[in-house]
């Protein structure tokens, strides 16, 4: 396969009306897909903007009527710390999860006003983390640390950390917690991936848009034009997700 044919897989894009100022952003699933078609990205794990801006549970039901029968916008649902019964008790929701295919969750620490530590998530947690559950961050990195030092075999994907250099951030965690899993939107720093994957592997990484708080494809150009071969340019691109998705464990 040339890199010219590279097969892209969205971990992280938004539907909905936005209300942060944005360059474009999609209201409907159908323009979305535009939005897609015009990037040549294949297939999108997708939030609601309702999960973030308005209500976890509103936005958890308007991604399924958005997403329902189209099988490239795969949809993701937000979660909340169960003491306030804002959502369904945790074995109700692992099989609402089953019965909807939702295989991968967020957090929005900052715009839901939560802690995230082991007293506000511990029951939470330890299933997701037990389960193999994707579970997107959108926090600064001393957060996701807080995370990990509780639940250092939780698979995190951070969202984007901008576009600074992360050595000092990133690489003492990337060594210590093996299930910590970077995506690639706003990260449009020289050879930074490049030297992500020589240092721990093209493993560690996942595409990215973050549409649209961010254009498709700057993140695309950014995986393009770092110096890694092709199969890690297709990993990063596609692979990695698919596979941290069918490693979840909800039966």
């Given at each position: 396969?040339?890199?010219?044919r ?8 938004a539907v ?42 509103v ?20 979660v ?5 019964g ?11 999860m ?5 295989r ?12 995230v530590d ?7 947690l ?31 994907i951070?969202?984007?950390?901008g576009?600074?250099?992360?050595d ?8 210590k ?7 690639t939107s ?8 490049e ?30 034009q ?7 340019r ?13 490693e979840?464990l909800?039966?």
């Amino acid at each position: 396969m040339s890199d010219s044919r590279l097969r892209f897989f969205d971990c992280t894009c938004a539907v909905g009306p936005y209300r942060t100022r944005v360059f474009r952003f999609a209201r409907t699933a159908g323009e979305l897909i535009e939005e897609m078609d015009f990037s040549n990205i294949e297939q999108a794990l997708v939030y609601h903007t309702a999960m973030r801006y308005d209500h976890p549970v509103v936005g958890n039901e308007l991604v399924l009527s958005e997403t329902a029968g189209n099988p490239r916008l795969l949809p993701t649902w937000a979660v909340l710390p169960s003491q306030t019964g804002e959502q369904p008790a945790l074995d109700g929701l692992i099989r609402d999860m089953q019965r909807h295919g939702i295989r991968a969750l967020r957090m929005f620490p900052d715009d839901h006003r939560y802690f995230v530590d082991d007293i506000t998530w511990g029951d939470q947690l330890a299933v997701y983390s037990e389960r193999r559950i994707p579970l997107f961050v959108r926090a600064n990195l001393d957060k996701v640390a807080q995370l990990l030092k509780s639940f250092p075999d939780l698979v995190i994907i951070t969202g984007s950390q901008g576009s600074n250099p992360l050595d000092r951030y990133a690489w003492p965690l990337i060594e210590k917690y093996p299930s910590l899993i970077f995506e690639t939107s706003g990260y449009i720093v020289d050879a930074g991936i490049e030297e992500f994957v020589r240092r721990y592997s093209a493993r560690r990484l996942v595409f990215g848009s973050g549409y649209p708080d961010n254009s498709s494809g700057a993140a695309m150009l950014a995986l393009a034009q770092d110096e890694i071969s092709t199969a890690e340019r297709q990993a990063i691109a596609a692979d990695n997700l698919r596979r941290l998705l069918a490693e979840a464990l909800l039966s």
